[in-house]
């Protein structure tokens, strides 16, 4: 049996999936699943869940993340600046642990757009020998409040999120064996969400589907743990908001008490 966990984007909002992880390693013991898909913004919190660093990821969320060098909203300038966020939170603030994601047991992914080619999401991991804080800076780089390209191995890369829906990252974990999978929806279900989310899909591709082999007839269990009336806003910098989100994220987590019912081995 594998376990495998995915996480969406969603901005701010990520504040969810951090907090739904760290209740995952704390409350049930869950550390090293076999499987990791993190896009967008849910691959900074897989990051440091990875490495162990589950006090950091609170911080990161509630606190080191609720200011205007992150958030800014001025012309000419990032609204949201991914730079700050890589080279100064996770390089110097709260250091990542790059040596422990490296030599993880778990197989990690972290996707990102193509823009000029294919127009379909890539699942980079450890096996492409990148830095792999240039893969967290090109999976989390949002089109126009963000606007930069990130170049990895000759191609220009944008947001995992644009051409990548849930299915796609769970038909990628059935690929590799995944039998038991865990998807964290950060992002909040309304209008405006899903209006922005279509106009996307519909500009970009669908990644390459993966469908799992036909021998692979392992039976399929999927918890899917969703952030509802978020507290906090894609660009929400309130730490008020962004603590209540983190706190959301870790109690709905606690309360899927199927998760107790998981074969002892995924613990």
Known sequence: MKLAIICTGGGMRCAYSGGALVALAKEFHITTPDITIGVSGGAGSLAYYLAGQYEDIERIWTEL?????????????????????IDTVFKKQAPLDTERIMSSSTDWFFPATDIHTQKQSRFFSKNNSLDIFEILRASMAVPFIYGKRILLEGFDYQDGDLGLTIEDSIAKARS????????????????????IDKFFK???????????????????????IRNTHSPAGLLTRDKNKLRATFNKGYDEMVAHHELRAFPSQLH
Not at 65 to 85: H, N, Q, S, V, W
């Open 176 to 195: 590799l064996g995944a039998t038991h999978i865990i998807v964290i929806e950060s992002h909040q279900e309304n209008f405006r969400v899903r209006f």
């Open 202 to 224: 519909n500009k970009f591709k669908k990644s390459e589907i993966y469908r799992p082999s036909k021998n692979n007839d392992a039976p399929l269990f999927i918890i899917r």
């Open 65 to 85: 993340l609720a200011t205007k060098k992150f958030i800014e909203f001025r012309l000419r300038k990032p609204i949201l600046d991914i730079d700050y966020l």
